[in-house]
Every structure is written in structure tokens, then in C-alpha cells.
């Protein structure tokens, strides 16, 4: 990996983690001292970001993350979720036996997560993008995939921001169930549905946190 895309992949977890905030400035000069890195590599890795959506380049003034509005998350998570309802949807049409097996035996690891244990939400975080990523494998639709992932970062991004995965975690876990056994029974239509009204509880447990925080800002 070359220094470029190390920079992309902390400032990417930066994001994802909340370690930077709604319209916080990211300075050039404390990355350099942070990583040791020259200017190029750092600029190269925020102009990519800034491509992505998640920093706003602002030329003779400097670099700060996004700061959408309620709408703009509303709108971003109806892309998401017709994405992901799309990518299952093809996953029910094209999947082999062994990635339905495979799926099961990640869903039964998710729902052995002790959701009151402190890292609970790094855990599911971790093997709920596992989750999502095999159905994606499964639709067999790479171009579809690659956006999708960024997306997912960007979810992730918002999930934290209006505070954290606890809120809702233990139901959307549960809701892969139904989610499985629609690509297993090879329902295009049904698994599509149900992908998106996943997604779809996220966005309104997310929406309703942001809510709260400006509220009390």
C-alpha cells in the first residue's frame, strides 16, 4: 500500500470512528506532524475523500468535513437503501448454496453478541459490514458493489455522528434472519423488499439521532 492510500484508509477511519465532527476543520500541517508524511500524499488522500463526499476542499482556506443537512442525509440514505435492495435482490437470483451457508454461519456469530458488553458495537460493526460485503459477493455485480461500499462507509460515518450503533444494533441483527432465508428460498422481490426496509429502520434511527443532537446543541 503506498502512502497515499495509508492516509486515505486513517482518514477514512477517522470519519467512520467520529474522531472528526461535523464541519471540523482537518488541518494539513497536524497530519503531517501526525503521520509523518509529506503534504502530497495527504492532499492526495483529501482530494479523494473530498470526491467521496465526506470533506469539503475550500481552495486559499483549507479542508473540513461535510456538514449536511437533515435532508441530505435523508436523501443520501433513500440511495443507499435502493442500492442495497438492488445488490440483494440480484444476490437472491445468483447465489450458491455455500454462500448461503456461509451467510448463516456469520448470522449465528452475530447473534452471539452480548449487545449490553461495552464493545458490542465495534463487534457488530465489523461483522455486520462482513454480512452486507457476502451479500454483495453474491449478486455477483462489482461496479454496483464498489459504490455500495463507499456508501457504507459514509452510513457508518453518519451512524456515529448522531451516536453510535447501540440504538438500534440488536434489531437489525435480528432482521438479517428474514433477509437470509429470502436469498435462500431464491425470492428476488421479497429480499429486495427487505433490504430496504433494514436500511430503512437505520436511516430513521440515524435521522432521529441527528435530530436530537442539534437539537441540544
Known amino acids: 500500500m503506498n502512502k497515499k492510500d495509508e492516509i486515505y484508509d486513517l482518514l477514512v477511519s477517522r470519519m467512520v470512528g467520529a474522531q472528526y465532527n461535523f464541519g471540523q476543520r482537518v488541518s494539513v500541517k497536524d497530519l503531517v506532524s501526525d503521520t509523518g508524511a509529506s503534504r502530497q500524499p495527504i492532499m492526495a488522500a483529501l482530494n479523494r475523500l473530498s470526491s467521496e463526499g465526506f470533506v469539503r476542499i475550500i481552495p486559499q482556506v483549507g479542508c473540513e468535513v461535510i456538514n449536511p443537512s437533515y435532508d441530505e442525509i435523508a436523501d443520501f440514505y433513500i440511495m443507499f437503501e435502493r442500492l442495497e435492495g438492488l445488490l440483494t435482490e440480484l444476490a437472491a437470483a445468483r447465489r450458491t448454496d455455500s454462500q448461503t451457508r456461509d451467510l448463516r454461519a456469520l448470522q449465528a456469530r452475530i ?37 455500495q461500499n463507499s456508501n457504507f462507509d459514509m452510513s457508518d460515518f453518519f451512524i456515529n455522528q448522531a451516536g453510535g450503533f447501540n440504538h438500534f444494533m440488536a ?27 433494514h436500511i430503512g429502520a437505520v436511516a430513521s434511527s440515524v435521522l432521529a439521532g441527528l435530530r436530537k443532537h442539534r437539537a441540544a446543541a
Do not use: W
Not at 457488530?124 to 451479500?135: D, G, S, T, V
Not at 434472519?177 to 426496509?197: C, F, Q, T
Open 171 to 197: 434489531d437489525t441483527a435480528r432482521e438479517h434472519d428474514e433477509i437470509i432465508e429470502a436469498i435462500a428460498s431464491k425470492s428476488p422481490a421479497r429480499a429486495r423488499g427487505l433490504a430496504e426496509s
Open 111 to 147: 447473534l452471539t453478541i452480548d449487545f449490553d458488553e461495552p464493545r458490542s458495537a465495534v463487534i457488530y460493526c465489523e461483522l455486520n459490514r462482513a454480512f452486507h460485503q457476502l451479500i454483495h459477493d453474491m449478486a455477483q455485480s462489482p461496479f454496483v458493489d464498489a459504490r
